[in-house]
């Protein structure tokens, strides 16, 4: 896949059409730092799709229960650790979040403290937009159960969508074909990306102070990033949450997943960021014997409380970032420009087509007028 030049850049801010084949720089569009989430996240108190043994609580209750909290600078999302519960009552208290704004293309940096471990655990940190199953794809960044490493970055698309054997990343191909049935978590496998490193999931990830996660979103690929906090050569501008970042200085990415055979603008559109922790379920119910957990993952929640001490997020930000090229980030610029760019020539909407991709969705360019959800700088 071809990177970006700088002239390229140059040449969509000026006009000229060229292919959009954009990568690069990019600035910083909203910054969710300790209480930030609890006016960027919604609280998705749903039945668990993946038929987890947890309940999905209320911002209201998880603030009332301490199952979430924020300081300054960190943020927790944990499980209720102290209640035995009934075999015929609901499951372990936990917590799903959404963002309230979509994103099409973009950078997502999650610089994360602590990820949830423990047997029977099914963390997962995803974009996607859950009312939709998977028809506006789905982005599994940091993902897996029972403590097994590594993680696994997966696609999950509605329409066909297959990778190319040969890729340049540094992670383990386990299939190449990303199409799945509409239902969300149900089993379908998506074209997963075994990151090389165990220090990305588990206890090794937290014994390590975790590290950091990114995920670029192009029109023509997607890439995951991942840096154990402990390790050398982290970017600056990742380590320091910098307000503009570039991609191209990120290195080999350890998920690649281009657009040869997947027309990824069709089988992706405008994501939520989501974030959940459940129990038992599909996978990490069917993996519990094997990773040495025991033979009832239900019974084992139910019953184990204290097991649950270390089944939190904690996050020190998660940062989403907009294209450099569409360098107007002023909110009722950008709704004015979406709609001229919709009543424009099909030439001036392939030239902006790149920079119109983050603001096509009526929900988000109404969240933008009303001046919260991309916290414009
Ligand atoms: C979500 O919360 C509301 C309000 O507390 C409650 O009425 C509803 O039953 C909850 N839904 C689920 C699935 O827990
Ligand atoms: C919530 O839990 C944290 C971590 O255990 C603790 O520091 C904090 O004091 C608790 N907050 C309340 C209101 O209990
Ligand atoms: C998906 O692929 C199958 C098998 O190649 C093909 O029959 C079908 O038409 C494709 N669907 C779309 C929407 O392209
Ligand atoms: C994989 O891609 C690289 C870079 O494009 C190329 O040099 C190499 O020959 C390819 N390998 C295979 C097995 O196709
Ligand atoms: C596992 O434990 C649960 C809760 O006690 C129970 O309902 C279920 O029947 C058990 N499953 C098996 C296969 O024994
Ligand atoms: C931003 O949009 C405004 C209003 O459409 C326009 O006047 C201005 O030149 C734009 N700025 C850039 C950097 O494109």
């Not at 000026?14 to 990568?23: C, M, P, R």
């Not at 300081?71 to 102290?82: E, G, H, I, K």
């Not at 540094?170 to 220090?199: E, F, H, K, Q, R």
Request: aromatic share 10%.
């Amino acid at each position: 896949m071809g990177i970006l030049s700088r002239s390229v850049l140059r040449g969509v801010a000026v006009g000229i059409v060229t292919q959009s084949v954009l990568a690069g720089p990019y600035s910083i569009a909203q910054t969710n730092i300790g209480s930030d989430f609890f006016n960027n996240f919604q609280w998705e108190n749903i039945s668990d799709p993946t038929n987890g043994r947890v309940e999905y609580v209320t911002q209201a209750t998880a603030q009332a229960e301490n199952l979430t909290y924020a300081t300054s600078d960190t943020f927790v999302l944990r499980a209720d650790s102290t209640t035995t519960l009934s075999a015929d009552g609901p499951g372990r208290k936990s917590n799903r979040i959404k963002s309230n704004a979509q994103y099409n293309t973009h950078v997502t940096v999650f610089d994360i403290l602590h990820m949830p471990q423990g047997c029977g655990t099914w963390p997962a940190l995803w974009e996607a937009d859950d009312s939709v199953g998977t028809s506006a794809g789905e982005i599994d960044i940091l993902e897996g159960v029972d403590d097994i490493a590594p993680n696994s970055v997966t696609l999950h698309t509605s329409g066909n969508c297959t990778m190319p054997s040969n890729r340049t990343m540094l992670g383990t191909s386990l299939s190449d074909d990303c199409s799945s049935s509409a239902d969300i978590g149900n089993g379908n496998n998506g074209c997963s990306v075994d990151a090389p490193y165990t220090s990305s999931y588990g206890p090794v990830f937290n014994s390590n102070g975790g590290g950091y996660y990114a995920l670029e979103r192009t029109s023509e690929y997607i890439r995951v990033w991942f840096w154990a906090r402990n390790q050398d050569g982290i970017p600056s501008d990742i380590s320091g949450g910098a307000s503009s970042i570039d991609t191209d200085d990120w290195g080999t990415p350890i998920a690649d997943f281009p657009d040869d055979d997947c027309a990824i603008n069709e089988v992706f559109g405008n994501n939520n960021i989501i974030v959940d922790l459940t129990f038992c379920g599909g996978w990490a119910g069917d993996d519990f014997s094997g990773a040495g957990c025991g033979s009832n993952c239900t019974q084992y929640v139910n019953e184990n409380p204290s097991a649950f001490e270390n089944a939190y997020w904690e996050f020190a930000a998660v940062r989403v970032y907009s294209p450099s090229s569409s360098s107007n980030t002023s909110a009722t610029t950008n709704a004015a420009l979406s709609a001229n760019v919709r009543a424009s020539s099909s030439t001036l909407s392939a030239s902006l087509g790149y920079m119109m991709d983050i603001f096509t969705s009526p929900t988000l360019i109404a969240l933008a007028v009303v001046g919260g959800a991309w916290g414009l700088a």
